[in-house]
């Protein structure tokens, strides 16, 4: 079948194949593919809107190039939001994998087009009201509750990855990373894994962990802040220890507040914004996660994010195209390892500080 008018494509994608592939899954569907177009957001997988008939679809592939080994399967995202569907977790429903290359140039999957409204900057939250912006905040801390609700198994995804001794992979994941895409020595980086690796958590539970939550990698419903439509971007989910999503959401949360220019996500000044110490509480609530080591997880992720910065410079170094990636990403990386530091050592102050309380209590000094 070929494809009704000629369309403008864009790199990634290849008209002819893709049709075929759609007529395939919807051969019921009038009209023919009529439009591709990349959506905005995200730096890893790339992400198109894809028309097909009444249809509005997306479709997401690995990137073009650089991309690091096991960073971007596509499969896996496929597998996640399949067995999430039925669930309490708002994802949208998918439409198959495809393996065949020749189809965009990569594996890829399709899933429904969701509608919904992101709220990526302050400037996005500030259309919201005080009240507005904390129920949002409580419907985002909910949606993790439900995620790490989620019996893996009872979904088919008890094998979908190694629970036992995932922290010890995950620090010598990144590190890993971290050594293939350096384009410069981070001044203490090898230093706070070291630190981390020191004080690693006792293992707990395992869980489904989106590996990226933050605010705008969720689509809220449309006029509605006490709803979210979709949870996005699966790319790092895996089963593991799920406060690595809570510190790494927090970091988001209250990490850049004086970064100029920060990368991500990461809105923290819009009046509303509650203090992240309560959405911790709102997860321990929901979740009965003790989170006396929420710090460690924290500084963990400020790492994480050092590293995957780390990977956007070194693909952006390979890319001709200028100003193909922000060029203070640079600057960022380090503040990022200093604040992962600063977060260790006052775990430590306070450890202390209750260490010497105890003993004068004991001995009555």
């Not at 990634?12 to 007529?23: D, F, K």
């Not at 400037?123 to 419907?139: F, I, M, Y």
């Not at 004086?258 to 990368?263: G, L, M, R, S």
């Not at 922000?326 to 530091?341: K, S, T, Y």
Request: net charge negative; aromatic share 6%.
């Amino acid at each position: 079948m070929d494809i009704p008018a000629p369309i403008p494509i864009p790199p990634g994608v290849h008209p002819a194949a893709l049709q075929r592939w759609l007529a395939g899954k919807f051969p019921h569907e009038a009209g023919g593919l009529t439009a591709v177009r990349p959506l905005t957001g995200g730096r890893s997988n790339l992400t198109f809107l894809v028309e097909y008939g009444e249809r509005r679809l997306v479709l997401r592939r690995p990137p073009l190039d650089g991309a690091l080994a096991t960073a971007h399967d596509v499969a896996r995202e496929h597998r996640v939001l399949s067995a999430l569907h039925p669930t309490a977790v708002p994802v949208p429903r998918t439409h198959g994998l495809c393996a065949d290359t020749a189809v965009p140039g990569a594996p890829f999957y399709v899933m429904d087009h969701v509608a919904g409204l992101v709220h990526r900057t302050d400037a996005d939250l500030a259309r919201l009201s005080p009240g507005q912006v904390a129920a949002a905040a409580d419907t985002l801390v909910d949606v993790l509750v439900a995620l790490h609700q989620v019996p893996p198994a009872a979904v088919g995804l008890d094998g979908f990855g190694r629970p036992e001794g995932f922290l010890v992979r995950q620090l010598r994941r990144w590190r890993a990373q971290s050594e293939a895409s350096r384009t410069e020595p981070v001044p203490g980086a090898d230093a706070l894994h070291a630190r981390l690796a020191d004080r690693l958590p006792p293992q707990g539970r395992a869980a489904v962990v989106h590996g990226d939550f933050k605010l705008d990698n969720v689509l809220f419903a449309p006029g509605r802040v006490d709803e979210i439509a979709a949870v996005l971007d699966w790319e790092m989910s895996t089963l593991g220890d799920p406060l690595t999503d809570l510190g790494l959401l927090r970091v988001y949360w209250e990490g850049f507040a004086d970064i100029a220019d920060a990368p991500l996500g990461c809105p923290a000044q819009a009046p509303g914004r509650p203090q992240f110490a309560g959405l911790a509480e709102r997860y321990a609530a929901g979740t009965g996660a003790g989170l006396e080591h929420l710090d460690w997880y924290t500084a963990f992720g400020y790492y994480k994010l050092a590293v995957i910065l780390e990977n956007v410079l070194f693909r952006a170094s390979r890319d001709p195209r200028p100003g193909s990636e922000d060029a203070h990403l640079a600057a960022c990386i380090p503040q990022l390892v200093e604040r992962g530091h600063a977060v260790l050592a006052a775990t430590a102050r306070r450890s202390a500080t209750a260490t010497a309380t105890a003993t004068a209590t004991a001995t009555g000094e």
